[in-house]
C-alpha cells in the first residue's frame, strides 16, 4: 500500500479507537495495527461502527483530524426532537424565518414523490402543515431570501417558485431550464442572489437566480461536475463540497465578487447525499452515502467534520446520533437543524428522524 494509504488506515484506527474508548468512558492502548485496506474510491475505510453519540450525544472529547493529526474540535451535542410528520428523504431544507422548512421529498412509505411542505418551530419543538407545492417534486432545490422560500428545480420545464409564508402560497416566477431541470444541486443564497450548481448526474452547469430582479445569470462552469454535493454560503464565497459521479471530496470555492473557482482542501471523508450548514465562520457537513468500508452494512456515513474558511483546514467534530443520508441542514440560532433522511444507502427508512446539532 502507498504512504497515503497507510496514513489515512491509521488515523482512521485512531478515531475508532477514541470512539469505542470514550463510549466506555477511558482512553488508554490505542494502537495502529489495523490492516491498509481501501474503499473504492480509493480512501481509507470509515468508521461507520462508531458510537453515534448517546442521547444528545455522548462523544465531546478531542479526537483525530484524518487530514493531519491535529485536535478536533471539541464539544458539540446531539439532540432527538419532534418527528417529522410525513417521513421522507431527499427534501429540500432551509431556515425563514426562524423555522426550519422541509420541501418535496421522497416518501418513505412508498418511495413517491412527495408535494408536502412542512415548517418546524425549534422554540416550541412543533410542526406545522404549510402549502402543498402545486406538483410533487424529491431532490429539491431550496434557498430562503429576505422573506421567501425559493424553489429552484428540479423540473424539466425549469420552474422556479416562490412561497410567501404571510399568504401560505406558492407563486410562479421566471423559469430556467438549463439552471433549474436538475437535482440534487448545490444551492445557497448571497444577498438577493440564489446560486445553483452542479446535480443531474454530474452537470457541471452554474447559475444564479436574482430574486429581486426574477432574472437568471449564467456563471462559469463548476471545475468537476457531480451531484448531490452541499451548497454553502460564507460571506461572499459560495461554496461546492462532495458529491459523487465519482464520489467526491472536493472543496471548490466561488468568489461571488470577482466571479471565479478556487480549489480549497478536500473533506477528509469523501460522500454524497450530505446535509451541510454554516454555523460563524465554520461550514458543517454531515452524513451521506458511498460508504464501502467493510464494517459498514447501510452504506451510510455518522461522519461530521467542519471547515474552517480562514484557514482553509478541517477538523472533525462528534458523529451523528443517527447517521442519515439523502438530508438536508439549516441553521436557526447557531443550532443545526437535520430533518428526514434514510438509515440505508439510497431509498431506506428512517424519514421521520428530526436531530439537532449545538456547537
Keep these: 500500500a502507498d504512504r497515503g494509504s497507510i496514513t489515512r488506515a491509521v488515523a482512521m484506527n485512531t478515531r475508532r479507537c477514541i470512539w469505542a474508548l470514550m463510549s466506555l468512558g477511558w482512553l488508554a492502548g490505542c494502537g495502529s495495527a489495523e490492516t491498509t485496506a481501501t474503499t473504492s474510491d480509493g480512501a481509507a475505510p470509515r468508521a461507520s461502527d462508531a458510537p453515534a453519540g448517546g442521547a444528545g450525544g455522548a462523544v465531546t472529547d478531542a479526537a483525530v483530524d484524518?487530514?493531519?493529526?491535529?485536535?478536533?474540535?471539541a464539544g458539540g451535542t446531539w439532540e432527538r426532537l419532534a418527528d417529522l410528520p410525513v417521513p421522507r428523504q431527499e427534501a429540500g431544507v432551509a431556515a425563514l424565518r426562524g423555522l426550519v422548512y422541509v420541501v418535496g421529498g421522497f416518501l418513505t412509505a412508498n418511495g413517491q414523490p412527495s408535494p408536502a411542505v412542512h415548517a418546524f418551530d425549534p422554540k416550541t419543538n412543533t410542526w406545522r402543515v404549510r402549502a402543498p407545492l402545486p406538483f410533487a417534486i424529491d431532490h429539491a432545490n431550496v434557498a430562503a431570501v429576505g422573506d421567501r422560500l425559493y424553489l429552484?428545480?428540479?423540473?424539466?420545464?425549469?420552474r422556479v417558485l416562490a412561497y410567501d409564508p404571510d399568504t401560505d402560497t406558492w407563486t410562479?416566477?421566471?423559469?430556467?431550464?438549463?439552471?433549474?431541470g436538475r437535482s440534487a444541486s448545490a444551492v445557497a443564497a448571497i444577498g438577493t442572489r440564489i446560486y445553483v450548481a452542479g446535480g443531474g448526474g454530474g452537470a457541471t452547469v452554474f447559475a444564479a437566480y436574482d430574486t429581486a430582479a426574477d432574472a437568471w445569470e449564467t456563471l462559469p462552469a463548476l471545475p468537476v461536475g457531480r451531484?448531490?454535493?452541499a451548497g454553502v454560503a460564507v460571506g461572499t464565497t459560495f461554496y461546492a463540497i462532495g458529491g459523487?459521479?465519482?464520489?467526491?471530496?472536493?472543496?471548490?470555492?466561488?468568489?461571488t465578487l470577482a466571479k471565479t473557482w478556487s480549489q480549497k482542501k478536500p473533506m477528509p471523508t469523501p460522500r454524497a447525499g450530505i446535509a451541510s450548514a454554516a454555523v460563524g465562520g465554520m461550514i458543517v457537513v454531515m452524513g451521506g452515502e458511498g460508504n464501502r468500508s467493510p464494517?459498514?452494512?447501510?452504506g451510510i456515513f455518522p461522519e461530521v467534520e467542519g471547515y474552517d474558511v480562514a484557514t482553509d483546514t478541517w477538523r472533525m467534530y462528534p458523529p451523528m446520533r443517527t447517521?442519515?443520508?439523502?438530508?438536508g441542514a439549516a441553521t436557526v440560532d447557531d443550532k443545526v437543524y437535520v430533518p428526514g433522511g434514510a438509515t440505508r444507502e439510497g431509498y431506506g427508512p428512517g424519514g421521520d428522524i428530526v436531530e439537532v446539532w449545538t456547537p
Excluded at 153 to 158: C, D, E, L, N, T
Excluded at 295 to 298: I, K
Aim: hydrophobic share 40%.
Design 66 to 73: 484524518a487530514t493531519g493529526g491535529r485536535p478536533a474540535a
Design 152 to 158: 429552484l428545480g428540479p423540473s424539466g420545464a425549469g
Design 172 to 180: 410562479a416566477l421566471r423559469a430556467n431550464p438549463g439552471a433549474t
Design 227 to 229: 451531484d448531490h454535493l
Design 244 to 255: 459523487r459521479n465519482p464520489l467526491a471530496a472536493r472543496t471548490d470555492a466561488f468568489d
Design 295 to 298: 464494517g459498514s452494512v447501510m
Design 323 to 327: 447517521a442519515r443520508h439523502g438530508i
